[in-house]
């Protein structure tokens, strides 16, 4: 069965770190893109990274580009969220997605295109 399980949220004080995991099981990762979405309370989910298969082709949101890093490594089958000099507008339920997708550039899909979802993990930025 596949499944993605993410990890590492919790409480930071603004500019402080954190390093999100999510662990794919049951598929390998080479030929899934990847993509960190985010939601906060009364809005509607958005994509923060993604990462292309194959290559490993980034993209990033303008709100966090400079502070995050997004990479896979494919021998754990595990995606990494680097976030950095996070700030109390970082604030939300992190989610990890995964789709079938061909090398190429990096995109985040929209929401209703990836097939794979985890559970999320909350990150809280507050002093």
């Known amino acids: 069965q596949l499944q993605l399980v993410e990890s590492g949220g919790g409480l930071v004080q603004p500019g402080g770190s954190l390093r999100l995991s999510c662990a794919a099981s049951?598929?390998?990762?080479?030929?899934?893109?990847f993509g960190w979405f985010r939601q906060a309370p009364g809005k509607e989910r958005e994509g923060v990274s993604c990462?292309?298969?194959?290559?490993?082709?980034?993209y990033y949101a303008d709100s966090v580009k400079g502070r995050f890093t997004i990479s896979r490594d494919n021998a754990k089958n595990t995606v990494y969220l680097q976030m950095n000099s996070l700030k109390p507008e970082d604030t939300a339920d992190y989610y990890c997605?995964?789709?079938?997708?061909?090398?190429?550039?990096?995109?985040?899909?929209?929401?209703?295109?990836?097939?794979?979802w985890g559970q999320g993990t909350q990150v809280t930025v507050s002093s």
């Open positions: 997605a995964a789709r079938i997708s061909p090398p190429g550039a990096a995109v985040c899909y929209d929401v209703l295109e990836y097939d794979y």
């Open positions: 049951g598929f390998t990762l080479d030929y899934y893109a």
């Open positions: 990462i292309s298969s194959i290559v490993g082709h980034t």
